[in-house]
C-alpha cells in the first residue's frame, strides 16, 4: 500500500459497522424464539415475509428478505416440514408456486411477533425522538442509494 492510500479502520468501516450490529441483533433476536419455538432466524424472516405479504413465491421472498436462493429454500423446506408454511400453485400462472403460512404458522408467528416488538422497543427506548426520526431517515437514504 503507498503512503497516499488510505488506510482501513474496520471498526469505523461502515459495511462492517452496520454488519456488526445486525449479526448482535439477529442472534439476541434468534434467543427469544429458538429454541422455544424450534425457528431458525431465516425461518423467522420467512415467517415475519409472509404474514405481510401471504401468497408470494420462494423468489419473491428471497427479494423482500435479501436471502440467497439457498437460505430462501433451505428455510421454505424446514418450515414447510414443521407444517408451518403451505406451498401451493399459483391460481394465475400453474408454473409458478406460491407460499403462505399454515394456521400453525400464523399462531408460530403470533407468539413470536410480541417478544421481537418488545426486543425492538427496547433497543430504541435508548434514541431520543429526533434521534429516532434521524435514524429513520438516514437508513431510507443509505438504503435507496445503494438499491438505485
Known amino acids: 500500500m503507498s503512503e497516499n492510500s488510505p488506510n482501513l479502520i ?7 459497522r452496520l454488519s456488526y450490529l445486525t ?7 434468534s434467543i427469544l424464539y429458538s429454541e422455544k419455538f424450534k425457528i431458525s432466524a431465516h425461518e423467522w424472516k420467512i415467517l ?3 404474514k405481510r ?3 408470494i413465491s420462494a423468489a419473491e421472498v ?9 437460505a430462501v429454500s433451505r428455510a421454505v423446506n424446514g418450515l414447510s416440514d414443521k407444517k408451518l408454511v ?4 399459483s391460481d394465475q400462472d400453474r408454473r409458478r408456486s406460491v407460499l403462505c ?3 400453525k404458522g400464523i399462531e408460530i408467528y403470533q407468539k413470536i411477533e410480541p417478544l421481537v416488538i418488545n426486543y425492538e422497543k427496547s433497543l430504541l427506548n435508548i434514541l431520543t425522538p429526533k434521534e429516532l426520526s434521524d435514524l429513520d431517515h438516514l437508513l431510507h437514504k ?3 442509494h445503494v438499491t438505485s
Do not use: C, W
Not at 10 to 16: A, G, K, N
Not at 86 to 89: D, E, G, V
Open 48 to 50: 415475519a415475509n409472509l
Open 10 to 16: 474496520l471498526e469505523s468501516f461502515l459495511p462492517y
Open 62 to 70: 428471497g427479494d423482500n428478505t435479501v436471502m440467497d436462493k439457498v
Open 23 to 29: 449479526n448482535i441483533i439477529s442472534r439476541e433476536l
Open 142 to 144: 443509505l438504503t435507496n
Open 86 to 89: 403451505n406451498k401451493a400453485f
Open 101 to 103: 403460512l399454515t394456521q
Open 53 to 55: 405479504h401471504p401468497n
